[in-house]
């Protein structure tokens, strides 16, 4: 006996996201594994630092007389942990390079579990869409972009400071950024197209008059503050969000998805 074809059980894959999502999850919680199982809590301290965002790197490194304003930004500070933060300064001047690298690797470390999970839940949900309607290469220029620009906000706000950023949201609120221009159009039916992948982009007078669009943005906005006010036990005790990162990338995904996507479906055409 045959079945039919609507009997016919379909068999979909467990994890149904574009491969360079996964594997970028997959490489967020293999690197957070390895620093649980092989690193001692004082080793994983150096190896955070070492491959963490430190503004004061920058500073040190490119500004005239950037040592002396990152040491005497931390004695004005009167923060409790002031010795620890001088000597965090003597390890950066002790490295002999800029580690520009930093830029970029801070994304794939995590503070804690949870402050991972929500890293991947909103990477694989908002990433997926946007890997399919690009494609990987443009995919990851992408992601490259909005961790510089939540980078550089983030520097741009707090130039000497030694405290390490980490962490993916950066680039996740990229993509909420980019989400705004096109997972909100509206077919013929007045109904959300079936896969938000491949959505027509809304054009800047639309965007600007779509209530949904804007609603989501400003849920977006206040939400980030609550999370950087209430959540900084997220990415690790003594650790607090750095919200300015999550403002760059957001920025930065809102302006460079339309030039991207313009860019890509022209090379297309």
């Given at each position: 006996m ?29 690197i957070h594994?390895?620093?649980?199982w092989?690193l001692t809590?004082?080793e ?7 491959y ?38 003597q ?5 002999g390079s ?22 991947a ?14 494609g990987?290469v ?19 706000s ?9 962490g ?21 039916s ?10 027509r ?10 209530r ?5 943005t400003?849920?977006?906005l206040?939400?980030?503050y609550?999370?950087?006010q ?23 995904g ?16």
């Amino acid at each position: 006996m045959t079945q039919s074809p609507d009997m016919q059980k379909t068999h979909q894959p467990i994890i149904n996201l574009p491969w360079i999502v996964t594997a970028l999850i997959f490489s967020f919680i293999a690197i957070h594994l390895w620093r649980g199982w092989f690193l001692t809590p004082a080793e994983d301290g150096l190896f955070q630092f070492e491959y963490a965002l430190v503004p004061a790197r920058l500073s040190i490194a490119y500004l005239t007389d950037g040592l002396q304003a990152v040491v005497a930004a931390i004695q004005e500070s009167g923060d409790a942990d002031t010795y620890l933060q001088l000597s965090l300064v003597q390890q950066i001047m002790g490295e002999g390079s800029v580690r520009l690298e930093t830029l970029l690797t801070h994304t794939f470390l995590h503070g804690s579990w949870l402050h991972l999970g929500f890293n991947a839940i909103w990477f694989a949900a908002f990433g997926a869409p946007l890997a399919r309607r690009w494609g990987t290469v443009w995919f990851i220029i992408f992601c490259i972009l909005t961790a510089l620009t939540g980078a550089l906000f983030h520097y741009l706000s707090q130039p000497y400071s030694v405290i390490p950023t980490i962490g993916a949201s950066g680039v996740v609120s990229g993509m909420f950024g980019a989400a705004a221009w096109y997972v909100f159009d509206r077919n013929d039916s007045g109904y959300v197209s079936e896969s938000v992948s491949y959505n027509r982009r809304l054009n800047l007078s639309e965007l600007v008059h779509h209530r949904t669009a804007l609603a989501f943005t400003g849920f977006w906005l206040v939400g980030n503050y609550f999370f950087a006010q209430f959540a900084g036990e997220l990415v690790g005790e003594h650790s607090t969000i750095a919200w300015q990162a999550h403002v760059g990338g957001f920025i930065g995904g809102f302006l460079f998805f339309p030039l991207l996507d313009d860019h890509i479906r022209k090379a297309e055409s």
